[in-house]
């Protein structure tokens, strides 16, 4: 199969710039000097339109802190929990420290401002379908890309922000008015959207061009709205139910398949397997691959300093990560019978560079060298044992804050180490111009996560087979083949999730949607860092507030009606 290929374009479509470059179901062809509106009416030049609708998802679906960090599956790796009087390090979006989670957080409005800009291309293409020298069965195809795309970006801008704008029509003109739609009236907009078109994309067995939207991938979000809707107070009768038959479809009908052995899901070179339903595609090509996809470096641990820790892709270690999972999630996993731990995690880190070192605590490293070794969480090793090692040992209650003098030749460095996220591993990644720029795909929708709504959706809605769904994905991953047996609950749904898709879920739509954030985080205090710092700066910490975020200010302030933020914020 080949893959969807979006390489640099530069078109002008009168209120937006069309820039593309992505990965590998493009291939770029003039456009020559025609008048964009008359170009973007012709066969190819529509075409070339829909490409470009597919460029800013890289960055809309880059955008990790706020839809993981502050969870009760993530966390902001380093110092924090054992340094209350060192408040510094507990400020950050992870900590839901004030400062820091406000209007003016550039995550936030670099979400808000990416998914508008999906959302006008989204709506270009609908607009221009409709005058375009194509066929009415190619129309309606990609307008039904387009809607995907566009409910795609509506439903993570609801769950962030609550209410907001909703443009269902290419903007012609600057618009310097706005005015918030009620997230009732977004959800039933997109959900009838994707109900109308789904049925017009290409199933995934004809598909051959992988990255673009297909099917069971309108299938599987519809699945999702569904669910979501069905714990908000405007939910609507049998909406669970319909997520549950939405899931079990694609399930059964759509051409997936778990693959029998969950490794091979993330195997590098195997972006293209059935497990597949919805990624986002990137490359090797210096010019195309802008920013990079930063799966790969996100969630590995801080070992650059240590002499012998090379800025290659072995450990992702350009910079140090920005995510870890938490010592909850570690725990969840029983090694007895799940593989997933260790097909998961990476927990020896190994010189890829020769280097000598006069002073500090590390020696000098060959390549090959084993030089870090982070223990499992029910296995620590003793001090004495520690002492008879030629390589630093990291135990679980030394995850995240490791700091030792002599990281580097000179001076000291502060580094960390736990169990990274090995799933992404990209042995293409690009450092020759001093960034870090993965090349692999970013799956955003696999049918693992299908299964894991089935159940969830079968337990709400009180009908069905849940409790197949959850054992058979378990299963999937059982060393003798068949996993303990557990309830049908939301929090072992939760779990499950966790161990299942760590790395991949956004993990805050899940606990926003089953209103488990506060319990898992705080309550349960699953989230470390969260706790000490609501212990620390009480009211300039969590509040049940956040789980709204605030609208940005580099959108508002440049408005001339004025928008209500949301409670708990202020301008």
Known sequence: MKKIYIKQLT?????FLLMTSCSDFLTEKPGGTMEARKFFATKDGYEYMVKGMYEPVRYVTRNKSPFILGTDAYTSPGRGVEYKEDNKFL??????????????????????ADSYNLIQRANSVIAYGKRAAITTE?????????????ALCYYYLVEQFSDVPLLTAEITSPELTAERTPEKDIYSFIIKDLEDSYNSLAPKNSQSEFGRVTRGASKMLLSKLYLTRAY???????????AYDLSVDVIENEGYRLLPDFADIFKEGNEINDEIIFSVQYSTDLVT?????????????????IPGMGAKAEYSQRFMGSYAPTRAVYRLFDRTWDSRFDKSFQREYYANEKKDQSAGVFGAANIGDLLVYVTYPDEPMSAAEKATKNYFVVNFDEYYDVSLKGGKENGSSMWY?????????????????GGERGTRDHFEFRLGEVYLIAAEASL?????????????????SATGGSAPAITLTIDNILDERARELIGEERRFLELKRTGKLRERVITKKMNERAVVALEV?????????????PLPYNWTRYLQNIINQNPGYDY
């Open 289 to 305: 691959n802008w920013g990079g996809n930063t799966d790969y470096s996100a969630f590995q641990p801080h070992v650059f300093p």
């Open 11 to 15: 078109l002008c479509v009168v209120s």
């Open 91 to 112: 400020t950050g979006f992870n900590e839901y420290y004030k400062a820091a989670f406000n209007s003016e957080n550039g995550d936030l409005y670099s979400l808000f």
């Open 460 to 476: 709400k809605a009180g009908t069905g087979d849940g409790s197949k769904y959850l054992r058979d994905l378990r299963n999937r």
């Open 138 to 150: 190619l129309r309606d195809q990609r307008a039904a890309e387009a809607k995907y795309l566009r």
């Open 417 to 433: 180490a736990y169990p990274g996220i090995k799933k992404f591993f990209d042995s293409k990644a690009l450092y020759n111009d």
């Open 537 to 549: 700066f009480g009211d300039n910490a969590f509040k049940d507030e956040y789980i709204n975020r």
């Open 232 to 242: 908000k107070s405007y939910a609507e009768s049998g909406d669970a139910k319909k």
